[in-house]
């Protein structure tokens, strides 16, 4: 079966723009979190995402945003962009209690 | 309490040698315990999980340990090989949410 699936793959923006980043997570998986990795971190929470309710939300500021759609489908939005959001932003998708967690392959944003 | 410490944030061993990574956490309630190997511009994966009602699991040359008294699991790896060097990061679901807390990594490098 297909994996988790995060488009782009890479993005170049500007301070200050905003940007949406997508998610597609594995058939049946109802479940979708965000995470941010940059380097020499490790996994930074974001937010998590079940039937189309955000259910828990990381320590981000409000710039920060997401939702889910009816097909499970997510995106991630970013707004007024700075130079630290640049980072490796990982979409996952579970079953139900962090059983069977993948990931995608992850957008990679740079932020100039 | 949501927080997964993980010991050590580097580690070199010789190839052949045995490695082990441990991570101890706070939400008594957790059930479920993985462990994910990230290669370097790769996804996270997941390469072994334990649930709470084991204290161990094998899978040829990694295994997991659970002390769900002292809170704590371990990651072993036995005849370490050079395609064994990455950052492995314990996780850990916190109780009724489908969101993984993960360890702040492990980066081993095994040296031929």
């Not at chain 1, 971190?41 to 939300?57: D, H, I, P, V």
């Not at chain 2, 990574?21 to 939400?27: F, N, W």
């Not at chain 2, 990061?89 to 993960?102: G, V």
Request: hydrophobic share 30%; charged share 20%; glycine share 8%.
């Amino acid at each position: 079966k297909a994996g988790v699936t995060q488009t782009p793959r890479y993005l170049i923006k500007t301070r200050g723009q905003q940007v949406t980043l997508s998610c597609s997570p594995i058939s049946g998986h109802r479940s979708v979190s965000w995470y941010q990795q940059t380097p020499g971190q490790g996994l930074q929470f974001l937010f998590e995402y079940f039937s189309e309710t955000q259910r828990n939300k990381g320590n981000f500021p409000g710039r920060f945003s997401g939702r889910q759609f009816s097909n499970s489908r997510s995106e991630m939005n970013v707004s007024t962009l700075e130079l630290g959001d640049s980072a490796l932003y990982l979409c996952a998708s579970s079953l139900a209690n962090g059983y069977g967690y993948t990931f995608g392959s992850g957008t990679r944003l740079t932020v100039v | 309490g949501e927080n997964v410490e993980q010991h050590p944030s580097t580690l070199s061993v010789q190839e052949g040698d045995s490695a082990v990574i441990k991570c101890t956490y706070s939400d008594s309630a957790s059930n479920y315990f993985p462990w994910y190997k990230q290669e370097l511009g790769k996804r996270p994966q997941l390469i072994i999980d334990i649930r709470s009602n084991v204290g161990e699991k094998k899978d040829q040359r990694i295994a997991v340990t659970l002390n769900k008294t002292a809170k704590h699991f371990s990651l072993h790896i036995t005849e370490t090989q050079p395609e064994d060097s990455a950052v492995y990061f314990c996780a850990q679901p916190p109780a009724n949410t489908d969101k993984l807390i993960f360890g702040t990594g492990t980066r081993l490098q095994v040296f031929p």
